[in-house]
């Protein structure tokens, strides 16, 4: 999910290593998108005209926030926009994102002899038996009354263990900045499926088994086919769950053009900006926003360094000396719920970013170097797949693909996943609070153990806080059976 470009990263198979594109600014002759910003309680109602007098067109307004999507190839765009008083900024947002690239471990399928407790695949699902699923499911697998949304490159809704559950009503794809209809083969990565499935998959008695088996499930694409989440694909997608009764998000991604979006730039401001807007939108509706902490096996709550944005086109990585004026989207806003990764020796996973002030919770992740054991041959996390995409390490089931994949994209939906249970049991009230609540604390490990996977400052992995709190685990492991007991 998250991005670490080495190569010791890209041979283990993570589930998704992110890659920013480099901006096309305004002056470009092709149509560029652009954010606006209206002021804080400024009115966007004649955002059109403001549009179209500087030579563009609308594709969303989102006058609840004070945000418009907009399109235009004229150089001048932008400038003529900011001079609308109430137009706090613009920044264009055309090449921007980040980019979730399938798992490229090598190739293998991976079966271990080990008894099913549920579906047929669901004794190779270490990671459901580690957080007490099975035991969560005697008191509740779940209601239809609540629906959890994965927020990502789309979602496989045909697939078996999922159609059971699928809800087209909630679904939408936001890859054009505006709401449309979610389509079949709509995930072109398989990224999305994967976490769908680590949430949702149906206990239909083949194949494997979420978290919350009984939950409606949404999908809303956040990216373009080739796994880019440009912004406003994210605050479409946000605006989106506020508005058709959605109860949980799982964001497995970094929301905007740089690794960490530095406010004392205006483009990154204004993007950052919006976003939080969005966000805060969709918590003041009652939506519970979970986020993975990334890849990065850096300290979010003290970054020294920002080493790859951008790093597409390959070989254009920058290096640049970041500060606590640089945070990431979605993980850093306040009220969301930060996932780190463990693996199945319940320690922090290899890659996984860290922080005393973004983790709250850790959940399974997989770690393919640090935590290979019997119940996980390889360390990995199996979970649904597209029939029609690519996997190096997949199972097949009755004409079915599943796909082991490891990365914190892998751990958040875990944590949606129990969020949907315990509101199921008793209600969305003070649901985030309780997450964090539903936890086996865990105290800080031996940190050498990571010595051969520094920072990107290169600085050592490094632990904070004693066992009730601390930077790798937040408040501990979820448990699913304390969220419902």
């Not at 679904?171 to 499926?193: E, M």
């Not at 290979?372 to 089931?397: H, I, K």
């Not at 082991?404 to 875990?414: D, F, K, N, V």
């Not at 010595?451 to 601390?470: I, K, R, Y």
Request: aromatic residues 6%; hydrophobic residues 35%; glycine residues 10%.
């Amino acid at each position: 999910m998250l991005n670490r470009p080495r190569a010791l990263l890209a041979a283990a198979g993570l589930g998704a290593a992110l890659c920013v594109a480099p901006a096309i600014h305004a002056g470009a002759a092709t149509e560029s998108t652009y954010v606006v910003l209206y002021r804080e309680g400024a009115s966007s109602s004649n955002a059109a005209n403001t549009i179209a007098s500087a030579g563009g067109t609308v594709v969303a307004n989102y006058s609840q926030i004070g945000v418009v999507i907009a399109r235009s190839s004229s150089s001048g765009f932008a400038g003529a926009v900011k001079q609308n008083g109430n137009v706090e900024g613009v920044a264009a947002t055309s090449g921007l994102g980040v980019r979730v690239a399938p798992d490229q471990s090598d190739e293998g399928t991976d079966v271990a002899a080990a008894a099913a407790w549920g579906d047929s695949l669901s004794g190779l699902q270490w990671d459901m038996q580690q957080i007490n699923v099975p035991q969560a499911h005697q008191v509740t697998p779940g209601s239809k009354q609540v629906v959890v949304a994965t927020l990502d490159t789309g979602l496989d809704f045909t697939h078996p263990d999922l159609a059971p559950n699928y809800d087209a009503s909630r679904s939408a794809d936001c890859s054009s900045g505006t709401p449309t209809p979610l389509l079949p083969g709509n995930d072109q990565n398989g990224h999305g499926t994967h976490t769908a499935g680590t949430i949702a998959a149906a206990a239909n008695g083949t194949g494997t088994v979420g978290v919350a088996p009984n939950v409606r499930l949404a999908g809303v694409k956040t990216s373009n086919d080739d796994g880019f989440f440009f912004p406003e694909m994210v605050v479409c997608a946000y605006m989106w769950t506020a508005t058709h009764g959605i109860h949980v998000t799982n964001n497995s991604y970094f929301a905007d053009p740089w690794l960490f979006n530095c406010r004392n730039d205006a483009d990154q401001r204004a993007i950052w900006k919006a976003e939080r807007r969005a966000i805060r939108y969709a918590q003041s509706k009652g939506v519970v926003v979970v986020a993975s902490e990334g890849n990065e096996s850096t300290d979010l709550s003290h970054p020294r360094v920002d080493v790859i944005s951008p790093d597409f086109p390959p070989g254009s990585e920058q290096e640049r000396e970041i500060t606590n004026a640089c945070s990431v989207v979605p993980v850093e806003v306040p009220g969301v719920v930060g996932v780190t990764a463990t693996g199945n020796k319940r320690l922090k996973s290899f890659y996984s970013s860290y922080g005393i002030s973004t983790a709250d919770v850790a959940a399974p992740g997989g770690d393919s170097i640090l935590q290979v054991t019997p119940a996980a041959p390889n360390g990995r996390v199996l979970s649904t797949y597209p029939s029609y995409r690519p996997c190096a390490r997949q199972v097949l089931e009755n004409g079915a693909k599943y796909c082991y994949l490891q990365g914190t994209s892998m751990a958040g939906p875990h944590v949606a996943g129990v969020a949907g249970l315990l509101i199921s049991k008793y209600g969305a009230a003070g649901a985030a609070a309780k997450l964090q609540q539903a936890t086996n604390p865990l105290p800080c490990p031996d940190t050498s153990i990571y010595a051969a996977f520094p920072q990107n400052s290169g600085e050592p992995q490094t632990c904070q806080g004693g066992t009730a709190h601390n930077s790798f685990y937040g408040s501990g492991e979820i448990d699913a059976l304390k969220a419902v007991s």
